[in-house]
């Protein structure tokens, strides 16, 4: 039997926390059968879709590519390794400034957006019966 959608919200949510982000170090490579239940329990809200203005986002990938295109390869090197010791208050400042020079080429649009959905949920190996 499937899960119901609000079930498959929960159940990720319970499970999305501390412990998820270590198990995969936990587990040895091969391959493993599982069945097991679970017990989650909590509350979910699911609020009101809403609409918000986003601005266009500009590719990083496409936007590196366009300034490194304009430089030789040893300059490209040089600006690689100073990018690794960069200060992180100057790529915040830089950010902002492409988004600025960004949101002037493209007007932000009006985008549906699905409710926020906030949760006090836990899952934990439940006992057969």
């Not at 391959?31 to 609020?47: C, I, M, N, P, Q």
């Not at 266009?56 to 295109?69: E, H, M, R």
Request: hydrophobic fraction near 40%.
């Amino acid at each position: 039997m499937a899960l119901k959608p609000i079930e498959v919200i929960a159940l990720s949510k319970a499970v999305s926390g501390p412990e998820l982000k270590g198990a995969s170090s936990k587990v040895d490579a091969g391959e493993y059968e599982v069945d097991f239940l679970v017990h989650v329990s909590g509350s979910v809200k699911r609020g009101e879709d809403y609409s918000q203005r986003i601005v266009a986002k500009a590719d990083p990938w496409t936007l590196l590519s366009a300034a490194l295109s304009h430089l030789n390869g040893v300059t490209v090197k040089s600006l690689v390794k100073e990018a690794l010791t960069a200060d992180p208050e100057l790529v915040k400042s830089i950010k902002k400034q492409a988004g600025a020079a960004l949101s002037d080429l493209k007007s932000p649009t009006e985008t549906p957006c699905n409710g926020k959905i906030t949760t006090k949920v836990e899952a934990r190996k439940a006992v057969a019966k």
